[in-house]
């Protein structure tokens, strides 16, 4: 089973990932990963695993849809199953979208459909929620509203700051991930329209 991640940061659940893959949990292997953003950590962390990088420039394409159709190459080449988002800050379009629907993963740290988009976690906080968490969701074209497959609620405490959530949340993230990237692996997650269901 071949998975691609596509991120643009610090790589974290990137690392969640290969380290759940070489334990032998994964059920698959990261084969490639796609960055938009030639100097970001991620990078670093994919090539020490040694998993291959396709890291583009989007200001070198006239238009998202080309971006994505030189990405969709580097897919094809591999014959990735499942795509995993993991930190990747472009919105995808229908040219990687309408081919990979129903395999395309994404990770999102608030409960959603509260707080999509950018900075879901200070976006809360200011919000003055007591209960936030961690989705992961089937990736449809619109900003994090696809089928959810999975949530983990925290609590807020009085003292939280940015940092402090932030780091609870990260750690939700990298268990959580791996668990349902492995599932998904296994046949184990079934859409059916917005609804996701589970095999056992
Ligand atoms: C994670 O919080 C993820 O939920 C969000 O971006 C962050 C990526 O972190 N969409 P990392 O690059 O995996 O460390």
Redesign the pocket.
Request: no cysteine; charged share 5%; hydrophobic share 50%.
């Given at each position: 089973y071949r998975i691609a991640v596509f991120?643009?940061?610090?790589?974290?659940?990137?690392?969640?990932l290969v380290d759940a893959e070489a334990a032998g949990t994964l059920g698959g292997q990261i084969d490639l990963l796609v960055c938009d953003k030639p100097n970001a950590p991620?990078i670093e962390r994919a090539k020490r695993a040694g998993v291959d990088c396709f890291v583009f420039n989007p200001k070198s394409y006239p238009s998202r849809e080309d971006a994505e159709r030189d990405i969709i190459v580097q897919l094809k080449k591999r014959s990735i199953d499942l795509i995993v988002?993991?930190?990747?800050?472009r919105l995808l379009t229908s040219t990687i979208v309408e081919p990979y629907m129903g395999r395309i993963i994404?990770?999102?740290?608030s409960l959603l459909p509260a707080f999509p988009g950018k900075d879901?976690?200070g976006q809360a906080l200011r919000y003055g929620v007591k209960v936030t968490g961690?989705t992961v969701h089937f990736v449809d074209g619109g900003m994090d509203t696809g089928p959810i497959i999975a949530q983990r609620a925290l609590e807020i405490d009085p003292n939280d700051d940015e940092h402090s959530l932030?780091q609870r949340?990260?750690r939700i993230?990298q268990e959580l991930y791996p668990q349902v990237v492995s599932l998904f692996v296994q046949g184990k997650i079934a859409l059916d329209g917005r609804l996701v269901t589970f095999q056992s």
């Open positions: 991120a643009s940061g610090q790589g974290n659940n990137l690392q969640a991620v988002l993991a930190g990747y800050m994404n990770i999102h740290p879901a976690i961690v932030a949340i990260h993230e």
